[in-house]
């Protein structure tokens, strides 16, 4: 090989080192950073439901994506679930909490634990890195609601007002955690009034599904017509809550002045109210929800020191429904 093509070579090899001797290499060629994962946490209550099947499934072009593309996971027995979504999604999404083989609800008028064996939703206007969504039969009447046309944010956000409207007078907020969180908001009364009120009105629902002949299903039945299992009564109420509302933005006025009418009846005097503790863990008291002492004697058996208790119970016996 001559002198010649051994520098020709050369240069080549030194050319092909550089990409082609462009001077940085083809920025087109580097792999697109990852999408940061969306994360999506709540709670599912009735009562709060056990070992229950999510789904968070993201609706695209209006509708929500089939159960198989959702992300899943199962209920604690908090009621607690969890997901990640790893392709970052931050449009609207629907949450729903199915029947699984060993799911449960706690029933509040007795403290135990009933079959869970229907679906609950939820659904957001979009999704953020991390992003709160309970689910309720609240929950459901606005999911139920938005059903009625093409989803988005727009529609979604139109429902969960439409919603939050129809059920005024129980002071509904579909942000609100059903359960009493000493955990995360034991120092705010204001929160913790919130929740307790969510809890009141979620065991009037129990309360109207085994008492009151307001609510009915479809064909006429009452929920609570004899023969039915707690479990079916239950499943019935919140069928009926969800056809109170009859588009994304209005409410069925006979049916909603039934339910509130059928919820409003309930006395609250003895209801298991669930309280998640300081350390993780959730009790159960037995509590009469319009009894002072009876709260406060609740709160201080779950960790809660008197005079904090006290103060804290003087804020939400004001602020309940």
Known sequence: MNRITWVTLAIALVLSGCGGGGGGGDAGSAAAPSPAPTSVSGTAAKGIVKQAKVLVC?????????????ASTI??????????????????????????????????????????NMTMRAVVPALGTATTVHVTPFSEMAA?????????????????????????????????????????????????????????????????????????????????????????????????????????????ATMSANVLAALNAQNVSSVAMPILKADGTVVMEIVDMTSAASMQAALQNSGMTANTAANTVNVMMGGMH
């Open 58 to 70: 993201r609706i695209v072009n209006g509708v929500p994506e089939p159960d198989a593309s959702c």
């Open 75 to 116: 209920t604690g027995n908090d009621g607690s679930y969890g997901v990640s979504l790893g392709d970052g999604f931050n449009g609207p999404a629907m949450v729903k909490v199915m029947a699984g083989t060993a799911s449960t609800m706690m029933d509040e008028t007795t403290g135990t634990d009933t079959p869970y």
């Open 144 to 252: 139920a609601a938005v059903s009625t046309t093409t989803m988005d944010a727009t529609t979604i956000r139109q429902s969960i007002a439409a919603v939050q409207s129809a059920m005024l007078t129980l002071g509904i907020d579909l942000s609100v955690m059903p359960l009493v969180n000493l955990k995360s908001n034991g120092s705010d009364p204001a929160m913790l009034t919130l929740q307790s009120n969510m809890v009141r009105q979620l065991a009037r629902v129990a309360m109207a599904a085994k008492n009151s002949n307001l609510l009915k299903d479809a064909s006429g039945v009452a929920c609570n017509a004899a023969g039915t299992a707690t479990s079916q009564q239950f499943a019935c109420a919140v069928t009926v809550m969800a056809r109170v509302m009859n588009s994304y933005v209005t409410a069925d």
